[in-house]
């Protein structure tokens, strides 16, 4: 390709759309702790104690009718930044997808759920995918599902 266009070498990926790329002999590693860290920082979650689990076990969210109401385009903007955070973060796609569910009138019990997840992030911002050299092409992954688990109308999330 040289001889037919001008390029220029800049060596091994190290950081592309917000997502930081490690190549090693053995593999790749993607994540996105910079950006992780980033949103902490713009929510004043980066002095927060850490959870081990993004959303307490057994526990469900509904539309909350007579809760209090909250500010909705700070909420929307707080589940978007997490949402972008999915490209490298599979073990957050069932609570995000959860507390996405209700950003039409967020009340307070589901900023609170936001919250513990922002929490979990900061126990993990290093996490990512790695992806094994040689490996077999074989995608092995898993999904947590609850069907028909929604208060409200009995929907179904999985992630």
């Keep these: 390709m040289e001889r ?6 800049l060596g091994k990926m190290r950081y592309f759309l917000g997502i930081e790329v490690k190549q090693t002999k053995e593999g790749i590693f993607m994540f996105q ?17 850490s959870v081990c689990n993004p959303i307490v076990p057994g526990s469900k969210l509904k539309k909350d009718e007579d809760g209090i109401a909250c500010d909705s385009t700070s909420y929307k903007k707080m589940v978007g930044c997490l949402m972008y955070l999915l490209a490298t973060r599979p073990d957050l796609a069932f609570s995000v997808c959860l507390v996405a569910r209700f950003m ?6 589901h900023v609170a759920a936001v919250e513990r997840i922002l929490r ?18 074989e995608l092995i992954g898993w999904s947590d599902s609850d069907y028909a688990g929604d208060l409200d109308d009995r929907k179904s999330t999985s992630g």
């Design 104 to 109: 039409e009138r967020p009340t307070e019990l």
């Design 33 to 49: 702790q910079k950006y992780a860290c980033e949103i902490l920082k713009r929510f004043n979650m980066e002095n927060c104690n």
């Design 120 to 137: 979990y992030v900061k126990g993990t911002v290093s996490y990512g995918l790695w992806f094994e050299k040689g490996k077999n092409d």
């Design 4 to 9: 037919n266009f001008a390029m220029t070498d």
